[in-house]
T-cell receptor
Framework: GNSVTQMEGPVTLSEEAFLTINCTYT??????LFWYVQYPGEGLQLLLK?????DKGSNKGFEATYRKETTSFHLEKGSVQVSDSAVYFC???????????FGKGTTLSVSS | KAGVTQTPRYLIKTRGQQVTLSCSPI?????VSWYQQTPGQGLQFLFE???????NKGNFPGRFSGRQFSNSRSEMNVSTLELGDSALYLC????????????FGDGTRLSIL
């Protein structure tokens, strides 16, 4: 079946540090992949997406590349800010295109 | 353009009761999906409604049900509440069935005493 595995958190960084949050998936075929972000007390917001192998999604300084050979979609940012503190979810769209399958989420805490 | 609106934001119930949550999608969006978020299980898909019909369903017991109205607004009902139903319930809307991206509301926090 479909599944998404994210690195366990929390991830604690200082401002301007480099961020990597690992995400690997198990799925049939080549599903669309997503990163969502959830700020405290809010719902999920789409951060970026990639729909096919080697696609790079990017938004607000965050990037992730769809790697089919390693079934990965790691999230990176070159210089994090305090305002990036949130929970980040990696997700894939199931083969039928009907539901998002989420990882458990990774909490990022950035201090100044 | 208004986002996805979920009401109420917070709800406290006791075991055995039932509850109804509401979701108003973004104007023009016809598909509404529901997710349950808990610390232990994470985010899990409940069901999707499109054109007033349930199109897809996750692995949840029959106590969880929903409906969609002609204006695309959706309600989710949970009957015979259990302690384990305490969760954040998120609604997401999209233009068409299965379309991406889905736009999420801020959720309804349900606490069962």
């Amino acid at each position: 079946g479909n599944s998404v595995t994210q690195m366990e958190g929390p991830v604690t960084l200082s401002e301007e540090a480099f961020l990597t949050i690992n995400c690997t998936y198990t799925a049939t075929g080549y599903p669309s992949l997503f990163w969502y972000v959830q700020y405290p007390g809010e719902g999920l917001q789409l951060l970026l997406k990639a729909t096919k192998a080697d696609d790079k999604g990017s938004n607000k300084g965050f990037e992730a590349t769809y790697r089919k050979e390693t079934t990965s979609f790691h999230l990176e940012k070159g210089s994090v800010q305090v305002s990036d503190s949130a929970v980040y979810f990696c997700a894939l769209l199931n083969q039928a295109g009907t539901a998002l399958i989420f990882g458990k989420g990774t909490t990022l805490s950035v201090s100044s | 353009k208004a986002g996805v609106t979920q009401t109420p934001r917070y709800l406290i119930k006791t075991r055995g009761q039932q509850v109804t949550l509401s979701c108003s999608p973004i104007s023009g969006h016809r598909s509404v999906s529901w997710y349950q978020q808990t610390p232990g299980q994470g985010l899990q898909f409940l069901f999707e409604y499109f054109s007033e019909t349930q199109r897809n369903k996750g692995n949840f017991p029959g106590r969880f049900s929903g409906r969609q109205f002609s204006n695309s607004r959706s309600e989710m009902n949970v009957s015979t509440l259990e302690l384990g139903d305490s969760a954040l319930y998120l609604c997401a809307s999209s233009l068409e069935q299965g379309a991406q991206p889905q736009h999420f509301g801020d959720g309804t926090r349900l606490s069962i005493l």
